[in-house]
């Protein structure tokens, strides 16, 4: 039997009624400007009255900007592409989205601009998600000492000026005096972290370079192997100032996903330099009020919310670390000058390079007295903290007493033992580029170069003296080696068995010298 369907008017009336209420329509709404002027990659826009500082505006042809300045009655936009495709009158829109670059794993490997676009000719890049160029430094609840050390692989830094993860090492010297090799050879040391559990991802970060300095890292890199963990983010010399901009915080975002997921992440900035010149270009043009060197008021600002992302988050975040090895270039020494002393201050320390050293063949070319980690020593590993305990005093006396080297004749006893001791020291802690040291390597050479073994060898025999007692140490005694790696120090029995191998080897290369 059919059952009759009754349907009430009032009760469809209802219906409709509750529909209307509820029934939203969706609008898409464009604010849009109109370009005023454009000039030196600066367009000055009418409208956007609800603009945010850092958004994301696109202008025609597809070319995109970025909001700096916000005044009263236009915005001021940087141009991430050439500014001879806009002209007055365009027409401009909001994206209501701020400058954000791909993060992931699946750009290990590449050479990308500071947006995220492949430059390496690879392919699209497959990122895992997105994140802002600019994101706020994390406080001090959410931070932890530098405990762990980073090994850069040179005898001299990480013996007298080590870093730790999660620390702001300063680069700093003049031109040519190898302030990119420290941070190359550092990102190539980190291939062996790949084979532990705490592996260390690079990004290496080329503002205003060459692009064929940057193919020549890239070429480097490839060529140990480095690539395979390490992003490449370039903006030449030949690409807007604000792209160059850009480029130190798109590197620092990819880093800081590495970070965020409690791993670890080395982030070399070349140089920051060049960054200060492009936003004093950029300010200029902007119009904004010039300070001291005609850089605008906010320049420190500029530097210190990038350096202050570098951090160890706390074991409830993770626990992973984002290392800085900022570079500064100066010119003829001169630290006195308003970048290096404004980055000097907010870093945890300086590496700095002096042109003497370098062209007297002494590289790397490391002023002892004046390098300094404040944080890393506490994150120094104890062997290598006992083999190098005098080794920066006694440096820094020899090149007190330097000058009176060639009266050697006149001076007293102790004096020439100083010397003769700074002179080996020295030769000790040249080392070539590209070859990093691993850290028992590192503690077996300094050992015997502290402890008076070297004192009889010539100056000219110190190299192949290293040569041939590493090789003799990872042939004759590699269970000791290994242990000193494993152990991270150096007990009383291994210090015992040290001292008798390096006794009985330079016995034996004196033998050796005088046949």
């Not at 500029?302 to 409830?316: F, I």
């Not at 080897?505 to 033998?511: C, D, I, L, P, R």
Request: aromatic residues 6%.
């Amino acid at each position: 039997m059919a059952t009759d369907l009754q349907i009430r008017p009032d009760e469809i009336s209802d219906i409709i009624k509750q529909q209307i209420l509820e029934s939203k329509r969706e609008i898409d709404v464009y604010e849009t400007g109109t370009v005023l002027q454009v000039g030196d990659g600066v367009a000055r826009v009418h409208g956007l009255a609800n603009v945010m500082a850092s958004e994301l505006v696109e202008f025609p042809h597809n070319i995109m900007g970025m909001a700096l300045n916000l005044e009263e009655d236009n915005v001021g936009c940087v141009l991430f592409g050439e500014d001879t495709h806009i002209k007055e009158g365009d027409s401009v829109r909001r994206t209501g989205a701020v400058v954000d670059v791909p993060v992931g794993e699946g750009l290990l490997g590449r050479v990308v601009d500071p947006l995220g676009q492949p430059l390496d000719g690879k392919g699209e890049i497959i990122a895992e998600k997105r994140m802002p160029a600019e994101r706020k430094a994390l406080g001090v609840i959410e931070r932890q000492p530098v405990r762990h050390p980073l090994m850069t692989g040179l005898k001299i830094v990480d013996s007298i000026t080590p870093i730790g993860r999660g620390q702001r090492e300063l680069i700093i010297g003049d031109r040519q005096t190898g302030k990119t090799a420290i941070g190359i050879d550092a990102i190539i040391n980190q291939k062996y972290t790949h084979q532990t559990d705490t592996p260390v991802f690079c990004v290496y970060v080329a503002i205003g370079q060459k692009a064929s300095t940057v193919a020549k890292v890239a070429a480097t890199l490839e060529a140990h192997g480095a690539m395979d963990y390490t992003v490449i983010v370039t903006a030449p010399a030949s690409d807007p100032a604000p792209l160059q901009y850009l480029a130190p915080y798109s590197g620092c975002t990819i880093g800081e996903y590495f970070r965020d997921k409690g791993q670890d992440a080395l982030v070399v900035y070349d140089d920051l330099s060049k960054h200060s010149w492009v936003y004093r270009q950029m300010s200029l043009v902007l119009r904004r009020p010039p300070g001291r060197e005609a850089y605008p008021g906010d320049v420190f600002y500029l530097h210190s919310r990038l350096l202050e992302r570098s951090s160890r988050l706390s074991d409830d975040l993770g626990g992973g670390s984002l290392t800085a090895l900022p570079i500064i270039e100066t010119l003829e020494g001169d630290l006195s000058t308003y970048i290096p002393t404004n980055v000097w201050s907010i870093t945890d320390g300086q590496i700095r390079l002096v042109g003497e050293l370098f062209y007297a063949g002494v590289r790397p070319a490391m002023d002892v007295g004046n390098s300094v980690s404040r944080v890393g020593s506490s994150a120094q590993s104890s062997a290598i903290k006992n083999v190098s305990r005098t080794m920066k005093i006694d440096l820094a006396r020899y090149r007190d007493v330097q000058a009176f080297a060639q009266f050697g004749s006149d001076l007293d006893q102790t004096t020439q033992e100083l010397l003769n001791r700074g002179v080996k020291l020295t030769e000790i802690l040249k080392q070539p580029q590209y070859q990093p040291m691993s850290n028992e390597k590192q503690v077996v050479a300094l050992y015997m170069a502290t402890n008076g073994h070297l004192d009889d060898v010539p100056r000219e025999e110190v190299a192949r003296y290293e040569r041939e007692f590493l090789e003799f140490m990872a042939a004759q005694h590699a269970d000791l080696m290994l242990e000193i790696e494993q152990k991270q120090e150096l007990t009383d029995e291994m210090t015992e068995r040290l001292e008798k191998v390096c006794a009985s080897f330079t016995e034996g290369f004196k033998a050796t010298l005088q046949a």
